[in-house]
Protein backbone atom coordinates (compact mmCIF):
# COMPACT_ATOMS: atom_id res chain seq x y z
CA UNK A 1 0.00 0.00 0.00
CA UNK A 2 1.48 3.61 -1.18
CA UNK A 3 1.46 6.11 2.11
CA UNK A 4 0.96 9.53 1.44
CA UNK A 5 4.28 10.13 3.23
CA UNK A 6 5.97 7.82 -0.09
CA UNK A 7 4.20 9.88 -2.66
CA UNK A 8 5.22 13.35 -0.98
CA UNK A 9 8.98 12.24 -0.28
CA UNK A 10 9.57 10.70 -4.04
CA UNK A 11 7.92 14.05 -4.76
CA UNK A 12 10.31 16.23 -3.37
CA UNK A 13 13.30 14.05 -4.52
CA UNK A 14 12.25 14.14 -7.19
CA UNK A 15 12.95 17.89 -7.95
CA UNK A 16 16.51 17.39 -7.43
CA UNK A 17 16.40 15.92 -10.51
CA UNK A 18 14.61 18.43 -12.40
CA UNK A 19 16.03 21.57 -11.07
CA UNK A 20 19.64 19.69 -12.00
CA UNK A 21 18.30 19.56 -15.54
CA UNK A 22 18.01 23.13 -16.11
CA UNK A 23 21.17 23.82 -14.30
CA UNK A 24 23.31 22.09 -17.52
CA UNK A 25 25.23 25.66 -19.24
CA UNK A 26 26.03 27.34 -15.70
CA UNK A 27 29.51 27.72 -14.60
CA UNK A 28 31.10 29.91 -12.68
CA UNK A 29 31.15 32.48 -14.94
CA UNK A 30 27.16 32.23 -15.21
CA UNK A 31 25.81 31.11 -11.65
CA UNK A 32 25.65 34.91 -10.60
CA UNK A 33 23.77 35.76 -13.99
CA UNK A 34 21.09 37.93 -13.54
CA UNK A 35 19.44 38.81 -16.99
CA UNK A 36 17.26 42.21 -17.33
CA UNK A 37 13.77 42.00 -15.80
CA UNK A 38 14.57 38.46 -14.34
CA UNK A 39 14.33 38.47 -10.63
CA UNK A 40 16.52 36.19 -9.13
CA UNK A 41 20.12 34.00 -10.33
CA UNK A 42 21.09 30.67 -10.14
CA UNK A 43 23.48 30.72 -6.99
CA UNK A 44 20.25 32.53 -5.23
CA UNK A 45 17.60 30.65 -6.14
CA UNK A 46 19.15 27.25 -5.11
CA UNK A 47 20.12 28.65 -1.87
CA UNK A 48 16.94 29.95 -1.06
CA UNK A 49 15.53 26.80 -2.01
CA UNK A 50 17.67 24.86 0.20
CA UNK A 51 16.47 27.49 3.36
CA UNK A 52 13.03 27.32 2.72
CA UNK A 53 13.17 23.52 2.65
CA UNK A 54 15.04 23.18 5.50
CA UNK A 55 12.86 25.42 7.39
CA UNK A 56 9.87 22.63 6.66
CA UNK A 57 12.00 19.89 7.34
CA UNK A 58 12.54 21.39 10.66
CA UNK A 59 9.19 21.27 11.70
CA UNK A 60 9.09 17.93 10.99
CA UNK A 61 12.16 16.18 12.51
CA UNK A 62 13.30 19.21 15.30
CA UNK A 63 16.47 19.82 14.27
CA UNK A 64 18.12 22.76 13.58
CA UNK A 65 19.02 24.27 10.27
CA UNK A 66 22.66 22.63 8.98
CA UNK A 67 25.27 25.63 9.73
CA UNK A 68 27.49 23.77 7.10
CA UNK A 69 24.79 24.54 4.61
CA UNK A 70 22.91 27.47 5.60
CA UNK A 71 24.67 29.77 7.94
CA UNK A 72 23.80 32.48 10.50
CA UNK A 73 27.02 34.21 10.42
CA UNK A 74 28.78 35.69 7.58
CA UNK A 75 31.81 34.26 6.37
CA UNK A 76 35.14 36.85 5.93
CA UNK A 77 34.90 38.74 2.39
CA UNK A 78 37.44 38.12 -0.31
CA UNK A 79 37.37 34.08 0.70
CA UNK A 80 34.83 32.10 -1.39
CA UNK A 81 31.89 31.12 0.73
CA UNK A 82 31.00 27.64 1.75
CA UNK A 83 27.73 28.40 2.64
CA UNK A 84 24.60 30.08 2.73
CA UNK A 85 24.47 32.88 4.92
CA UNK A 86 20.50 32.61 5.85
CA UNK A 87 19.56 36.64 5.50
CA UNK A 88 21.17 36.27 1.90
CA UNK A 89 18.75 33.74 0.41
CA UNK A 90 16.20 34.76 2.65
CA UNK A 91 12.61 35.38 1.29
CA UNK A 92 12.51 39.55 0.21
CA UNK A 93 16.32 39.57 -0.30
CA UNK A 94 18.23 40.52 -2.97
CA UNK A 95 20.09 38.53 -5.37
CA UNK A 96 24.04 39.80 -4.86
CA UNK A 97 26.47 39.85 -7.93
CA UNK A 98 29.11 39.26 -5.59
CA UNK A 99 31.25 36.02 -6.05
CA UNK A 100 32.34 35.40 -2.54
CA UNK A 101 29.19 35.68 -1.37
CA UNK A 102 28.03 32.10 -2.86
CA UNK A 103 29.24 29.07 -3.00
CA UNK A 104 30.41 27.63 -6.47
CA UNK A 105 28.00 26.29 -8.09
CA UNK A 106 28.48 22.78 -7.68
CA UNK A 107 28.19 23.49 -3.73
CA UNK A 108 25.18 25.16 -4.61
CA UNK A 109 23.78 22.47 -6.00
CA UNK A 110 24.89 19.98 -2.68
CA UNK A 111 23.50 22.28 -0.54
CA UNK A 112 20.17 21.95 -2.39
CA UNK A 113 19.93 18.31 -2.75
CA UNK A 114 21.03 17.92 0.56
CA UNK A 115 18.32 19.96 1.46
CA UNK A 116 15.61 17.92 -0.60
CA UNK A 117 17.07 14.61 0.99
CA UNK A 118 16.25 15.98 4.64
CA UNK A 119 13.07 17.08 4.14
CA UNK A 120 12.12 13.62 2.08
CA UNK A 121 13.74 11.72 5.16
CA UNK A 122 11.74 13.57 7.52
CA UNK A 123 8.24 13.03 5.46
CA UNK A 124 9.22 10.11 5.08
CA UNK A 125 9.35 8.80 8.70
CA UNK A 126 6.85 11.12 9.96
CA UNK A 127 3.74 10.04 11.55
CA UNK A 128 0.25 10.92 9.83
CA UNK A 129 -0.56 12.44 12.64
CA UNK A 130 2.68 14.58 12.12
CA UNK A 131 1.71 15.33 8.53
CA UNK A 132 -1.63 16.50 9.40
CA UNK A 133 -0.38 19.11 12.29
CA UNK A 134 -1.40 22.60 11.60
CA UNK A 135 1.87 24.74 10.58
CA UNK A 136 1.65 28.40 10.52
CA UNK A 137 3.40 29.81 7.01
CA UNK A 138 3.63 32.83 5.16
CA UNK A 139 2.44 36.39 6.09
CA UNK A 140 1.38 37.68 10.00
CA UNK A 141 -2.41 36.64 9.90
CA UNK A 142 -2.50 33.18 6.98
CA UNK A 143 -4.27 31.10 8.63
CA UNK A 144 -2.41 27.80 9.60
CA UNK A 145 -2.56 24.33 6.97
CA UNK A 146 -1.83 21.36 7.73
CA UNK A 147 2.54 20.49 7.05
CA UNK A 148 1.16 17.73 4.38
CA UNK A 149 0.00 20.72 1.96
CA UNK A 150 3.12 22.76 3.03
CA UNK A 151 5.22 20.09 1.89
CA UNK A 152 3.27 20.03 -1.42
CA UNK A 153 3.79 23.61 -1.95
CA UNK A 154 7.73 23.06 -1.33
CA UNK A 155 7.67 20.74 -4.59
CA UNK A 156 5.92 23.52 -6.27
CA UNK A 157 7.90 26.48 -4.84
CA UNK A 158 10.70 24.33 -6.21
CA UNK A 159 8.97 24.06 -9.68
CA UNK A 160 8.53 27.77 -9.57
CA UNK A 161 12.27 29.03 -9.20
CA UNK A 162 13.04 26.04 -11.43
CA UNK A 163 11.10 28.06 -14.19
CA UNK A 164 12.70 31.62 -13.46
CA UNK A 165 16.34 29.17 -14.31
CA UNK A 166 14.81 28.04 -17.27
CA UNK A 167 13.85 32.10 -18.46
CA UNK A 168 17.64 32.23 -17.68
CA UNK A 169 18.74 30.07 -19.90
CA UNK A 170 16.62 31.08 -22.54
CA UNK A 171 18.16 34.87 -21.77
CA UNK A 172 21.71 33.55 -21.93
CA UNK A 173 21.20 31.84 -24.80
CA UNK A 174 21.69 28.37 -23.45
CA UNK A 175 20.87 25.20 -25.82
CA UNK A 176 17.51 23.92 -24.78
CA UNK A 177 17.20 21.02 -22.21
CA UNK A 178 15.33 19.22 -24.46
CA UNK A 179 17.35 18.98 -27.57
Not at 37 to 65: I, K, Y
Not at 70 to 86: D, M
Not at 91 to 110: E, I, K, T
Not at 148 to 171: E, K, P, S, W
Request: hydrophobic share 45%; charged share 20%; with cysteine.
Amino acid sequence: MLRAQDVLAASVLSTKGLLARYLAGFDESTRLAQPPNLPNHAAWSLGHLALTLHRVAERLDGSPMPERDISNTIEARGTPATSFHRDDVAFGSAPALDHDRYPSLARCQQIYDAACDRLAAAVQSASDEALAAPTVWGAPGTPPIPIYLLVARMIFHNGAHTGQIADMRRALGFRSVFA
